[in-house]
């Protein structure tokens, strides 16, 4: 197996496009490919294909070293293909494998074909534990004719990193996971990032399915954190002497507890918090075991986004209007998946409140669930808007910190902006 030198990468959407771009920049000769030929079309022009920030700037950076194609065969040419398309949540909490499979069905027949032996095949995209060595595996050594960890290196390497701040989370991580076919595929792997990071993370190397386990149990951890601060702050709420920023300062001092996530707001949401930690809830339950801690933050979550409008309700009447500012799941993204201002917009909505709705990063553009809502384009507004009784800030984004209300307005700011 070759040092890896030239790189592709399967699947150009949020995270993709910025591992292909941030290599690209890191000196690496770079091929994307994804069947979306509008994404294909703007990364051979040096655009972005998805809004993220640095995500422009880092393209134009290694310009020379990326292009794009929808070429899957274009693959073979590279010492590594990273994969990285959806693997959206099932309603049993499981991840579907489908885009994987049509995603690395083409290249390994293609590796087949040109008789090449030695391809790193790197999962990036999150899985259900086991599927990789019971599915994706089976498949591609079908498929190339070969048998892995001999003709073929398969590598399971998810990245943690927060929508917003992709580029410099690829770049700085704390750790690079690594679940491994064999020794060799890892030890390549291990020397490429020891290039590409920018600083020394901790590079974590196991076998595969302890990676696919440690991929999903640090965000069921940090579930449970945050589900617990809310179970917290409910408590709290019931004396009213007890200040809960207080109780989380202090709590957040214990240096074994720490203070990351510790902070009393709203629930939590995105795209991989609350299916990763319900993806650990499953695959205990197909061992026949429990996972009550797992099941517990996703309830909490949900009695979280709850309380938020049955607090709301009883400040307002039902032909008050109320402005819910902030939709997505954290500042800098457009993504509402799962948001606590998004459920509690949509909850008042089917409720018969009058609803208007406002986020810095989510337009009915690039979020289409906003079309049900009137949305302000520009929160200055409701400084005009005396119809406005209640505004709630959902999401954090530091400028609703700036915005003025009209005199009538009354404020509510769980995250206490
Ligand atoms: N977005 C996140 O915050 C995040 C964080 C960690 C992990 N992940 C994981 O990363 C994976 C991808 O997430 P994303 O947010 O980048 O998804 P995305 O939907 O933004 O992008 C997926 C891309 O894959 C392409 N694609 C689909 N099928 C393909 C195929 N057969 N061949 C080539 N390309 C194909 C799509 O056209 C799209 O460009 C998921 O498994 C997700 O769980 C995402």
Same mark, same amino acid.
């Given at each position: 197996?070759?040092?890896?030198?030239?790189?592709?990468?399967?699947?150009?959407?949020?995270?993709?496009?910025?591992?292909?771009?941030?290599?690209?920049?890191?000196?690496?000769?770079?091929?994307?490919?994804?069947?979306?030929?509008?994404?294909?079309?703007?990364?051979?022009?040096?655009?972005?294909?998805?809004?993220? *920030?640095? %995500?422009?700037?880092?393209?134009?950076?290694?310009?020379?070293? @990326? /292009? +794009?194609? $929808?070429?899957?065969?274009? !693959? #073979?040419?590279?010492?590594?293909?990273?994969?990285?398309?959806?693997? *959206?949540? %099932?309603?049993?909490?499981?991840?579907?494998?489908?885009?994987? @499979? /049509? +995603?690395? $069905?083409?290249?390994?027949? !293609? #590796?087949?074909?040109?008789?090449?032996?030695?391809?790193?095949?790197?999962?990036?995209?999150?899985?259900?534990?086991?599927?990789?060595?019971?599915? @994706?595996?089976?498949?591609?050594?079908?498929?190339?004719?070969?048998?892995?960890?001999?003709?073929?290196?398969?590598?399971?390497?998810?990245?943690?990193?927060?929508?917003?701040?992709?580029?410099?989370?690829? @770049?700085?991580?704390?750790?690079?996971?690594?679940?491994?076919?064999?020794?060799?595929?890892?030890?390549?792997?291990?020397?490429?990032?020891?290039?590409?990071?920018?600083?020394?993370?901790?590079?974590?190397?196991?076998?595969?399915?302890?990676?696919?386990?440690?991929?999903?149990?640090?965000?069921?951890?940090?579930?449970?954190?945050?589900?617990?601060?809310?179970?917290?702050?409910?408590?709290?709420?019931?004396?009213?002497?007890?200040?809960?920023?207080?109780?989380?300062?202090?709590?957040?001092?214990?240096?074994?507890?720490?203070?990351?996530?510790?902070?009393?707001?709203?629930?939590?949401?995105?795209?991989?918090?609350?299916?990763?930690?319900?993806?650990?809830?499953?695959?205990?339950?197909?061992?026949?075991?429990?996972?009550?801690?797992?099941?517990?933050?996703?309830?909490?979550?949900?009695?979280?986004?709850?309380?938020?409008?049955?607090?709301?309700?009883?400040?307002?009447?039902?032909?008050?209007?109320?402005?819910?500012?902030?939709?997505?799941?954290?500042?800098?993204?457009?993504?509402?998946?799962?948001?606590?201002?998004?459920?509690?917009?949509?909850?008042?909505?089917?409720?018969?409140?009058?609803?208007?709705?406002?986020?810095?990063?989510?337009?009915?553009?690039?979020?289409?669930?906003?079309?049900?809502?009137?949305?302000?384009?520009?929160?200055?507004?409701?400084?005009?808007?005396?119809?406005?009784?209640?505004?709630?800030?959902?999401?954090?984004?530091?400028?609703?910190?700036?915005?003025?209300?009209?005199?009538?307005?009354?404020?509510?700011?769980?995250?206490?902006?």
């Amino acid at each position: 197996m070759k040092q890896i030198q030239k790189a592709s990468v399967c699947g150009l959407g949020k995270l993709g496009a910025c591992i292909a771009a941030t290599l690209a920049q890191r000196g690496f000769e770079v091929v994307g490919i994804d069947i979306d030929a509008e994404k294909v079309a703007r990364i051979n022009a040096g655009q972005p294909p998805v809004d993220e *920030p640095l %995500l422009a700037e880092t393209i134009t950076a290694g310009r020379t070293r @990326l /292009r +794009a194609t $929808q070429d899957y065969r274009e !693959a #073979v040419g590279t010492d590594v293909t990273f994969f990285i398309p959806p693997s *959206p949540s %099932l309603p049993d909490g499981s991840f579907s494998n489908e885009f994987l @499979l /049509r +995603a690395m $069905q083409p290249v390994a027949a !293609a #590796v087949r074909e040109k008789g090449k032996k030695g391809h790193l095949f790197v999962c990036s995209s999150t899985t259900t534990p086991g599927a990789v060595d019971s599915v @994706l595996i089976p498949m591609l050594e079908r498929e190339t004719g070969g048998v892995c960890g001999r003709d073929f290196g398969m590598c399971y390497n998810p990245e943690f990193i927060a929508l917003g701040n992709v580029v410099k989370g690829l @770049l700085e991580p704390d750790m690079v996971l690594i679940g491994e076919s064999d020794p060799q595929s890892g030890t390549v792997l291990e020397e490429m990032y020891r290039k590409y990071n920018q600083n020394k993370p901790n590079i974590a190397r196991m076998s595969i399915i302890s990676a696919e386990l440690t991929k999903i149990s640090v965000n069921s951890y940090v579930t449970m954190k945050i589900s617990f601060t809310n179970q917290l702050r409910m408590i709290a709420e019931q004396f009213p002497k007890a200040n809960i920023h207080h109780v989380l300062d202090a709590i957040g001092s214990d240096s074994r507890v720490g203070r990351k996530y510790l902070r009393a707001g709203l629930s939590y949401g995105g795209p991989c918090f609350p299916r990763d930690n319900r993806l650990l809830a499953f695959t205990a339950r197909q061992l026949g075991l429990e996972a009550p801690l797992a099941e517990a933050s996703d309830k909490v979550n949900h009695r979280t986004n709850q309380d938020l409008f049955e607090k709301v309700a009883k400040l307002v009447t039902k032909n008050d209007t109320v402005a819910v500012l902030g939709l997505t799941y954290k500042p800098d993204t457009y993504i509402t998946e799962e948001a606590a201002g998004l459920f509690l917009a949509q909850q008042l909505k089917r409720h018969g409140y009058p609803v208007i709705v406002h986020d810095y990063g989510a337009k009915p553009s690039n979020a289409p669930n906003l079309h049900e809502f009137e949305h302000l384009d520009d929160p200055e507004v409701l400084q005009q808007r005396a119809d406005v009784k209640l505004a709630v800030i959902c999401c954090p984004w530091p400028q609703y910190s700036s915005v003025k209300f009209a005199p009538g307005t009354k404020v509510l700011s769980p995250w206490k902006l």
